[in-house]
């Protein structure tokens, strides 16, 4: 990968240091208008499922969960499907756009699993889970970290397609149909929300464990001192 | 690309940087109250701009077999006020007003010569989330707004209930073939729990556009009433 790096030289020390620019504009851009979007999605996401806490049709059923209120945007279901109407448009551009702009870019290199990046994986994973050795890496993003990258977009296309079926089992009749049906469509959307949100967690742990300058890389573009090597 | 720089400088960078992404900050107007609502309220009428575009009118609803039907036992009873608004069937007629040649009062009898009867298995879709299969029976809508000579040019078909329900549907969406001025439930006329003696089934519309205890229609070319619901801040259009 031809990446964009500096040698910082400090104005007091004279020590030099590296930084790469790491996340285009366009990629930290949806990254943070994402993350608001996927926040808003969620949360009214759940105050919808509040109305009928259960999968499949309605006969006389049992309550499956009973989601706190306190964990739910928009108040009530009208008000839920309102945040929910609204951001999901915001979600499907930005979607668009960043999938667009990767494409388009090249970019998709850094980001996208490919077959090439399966025996890198194992490595990583037992690096973090079983106290390994960490892998050395000349690449931006690590097999793991591809792997949880690309899977999270295929994810948001997922979301954005199994709730189309559910808002439009009629002129989408063909999309419920790929699903197994209107039923297992809901569950589809439901699922892959938890799926997402399992992405999430691990993702804000991994943000904790790697610091502040890994953070801010997704602020400026540029992260100081990458611990891979980038010659 | 390499380059070099000094750390006054690359902290410049860095904030040019930083502050490209203001653009996210005005994600907050939605946080603050004034706000909130008129970009909520426009969102949703984004979305129902959408819907209209996304509605085809030769588009079928999926119908079912009679071995997928929701019991009639187990069709849920909806409503947003009683079960039984006291409707005198013997007193009762439509009252169509509007835009159609032939206003006055439909008994059910002249409802029924509209058209022959077209009964349906669709799947009735509550915005709550569940969902059952049932039987209608019922004329067209199409067909009786023909037979009081309804201005195809209109707009909209609005209605009210006698347990003061009211609602409103889009021309096309009314003019549907699988739209529906129901009499017929499982075979046997509306029961007084599901909207007897008229109700609407609109497969192609989510539950609370599906009016029963229909007392008044009109056709019209200006949206005046919405519908209970959507005057509490759900969907105007809601196509499924």
Redesign the interface.
Known sequence: MATRTMAIEDVKTGEVTQAVYEHPFVVRLCHWVNAVSLFVMVGSGFQIFRAFPSFGAKIPQKDLLDWPKALALGGWLGGALQWHLTFMWIYIATGLVYIGYQLFSGNYKQVLFVRRDVPGVWPIVRHYFLLGHKPQTKETYNPLQKHAYTSAIGLGVLSVLTGLAIWKPVQFSWLAWMMGGFHLARLWHFLIMWAMLAFVFGHLVMVVLHGWNNFVSMLTGWKEDPEYDSE | ????????K?KA???R??L??T??VA?GA?AIPQLQKP??????A??DWA?AR???SG?L??TFADADL?SFE?F?INDYDTDDPGVDFDKWTLTVTGSVQKPGDYTLAQIQAASPKVTQNT?H?????????GNFGGVRLSDFLKMVGADPTARLVTVECADDYYESLDMATAMHPQSLLCYEMYGQPLTREHGAPLRLSI??KIGYKQAKYVTDLKVSHVLEKVGY?ED????EFY??
């Open positions: 690309m390499k380059s070099r720089t000094d750390s006054r690359f960078i860095s904030r940087e930083l490209k992404l653009p996210v994600l939605f970009l909520l309220k426009g969102g949703l984004f979305s819907s996304l509605f085809r588009h609803a999926p929701t187990k849920p799947r879709v509550c915005v709550e989330g569940w969902d059952v299969i497969p192609t619901w509490q801040g759900y969907s196509g499924l």
